[in-house]
């Protein structure tokens, strides 16, 4: 069975860092797309990041890139999401997935439960 489990979710003011973690089980991450997504209240899920399974190569959509940053560590199964000089419209549910391909979130498989980031002062 397939588990994808985030953390790091948290409340910071603007201009603040977090770190996301997703960590799998049942599943290795190496040989599969996985992705990062947010949904802010009200809004469409959108994408994030993605890092692919086969050389890792990242995508970004325009609104983080130079801020947020994608990897992966393989002997954890775990992928992650830096995120600096955070802005208060990326305050969302930030969801993990995997199974995909790119930044395309209707070809995933598999999701996480998500986890919020607030950035506020």
């Known amino acids: 069975q397939v588990q994808l489990v985030e953390s790091g979710g948290a409340q910071v003011q603007p201009g603040g860092s977090l770190r996301l973690s997703c960590a799998a089980s049942?599943?290795?991450?190496?040989?599969?797309?996985t992705a990062w997504f947010r949904q802010a209240p009200g809004k469409k899920r959108e994408a994030v990041a993605s890092i692919s399974g086969s050389d890792g190569t990242t995508y970004y959509v325009d609104s983080v890139k130079g801020r947020f940053a994608i990897s992966r560590d393989s002997a954890k199964d775990t992928v992650y999401l830096q995120m600096n000089s955070l802005e208060p419209e990326d305050t969302a549910v930030y969801y993990c997935?995997?199974?995909?391909?790119?930044?395309?979130?209707?070809?995933?498989?598999?999701w996480g439960q998500g986890t919020q980031v607030t950035v506020s002062s």
């Open positions: 049942g599943v290795t991450l190496d040989y599969y797309a």
């Open positions: 997935a995997t199974g995909g391909a790119g930044l395309w979130d209707e070809t995933y498989l598999y």
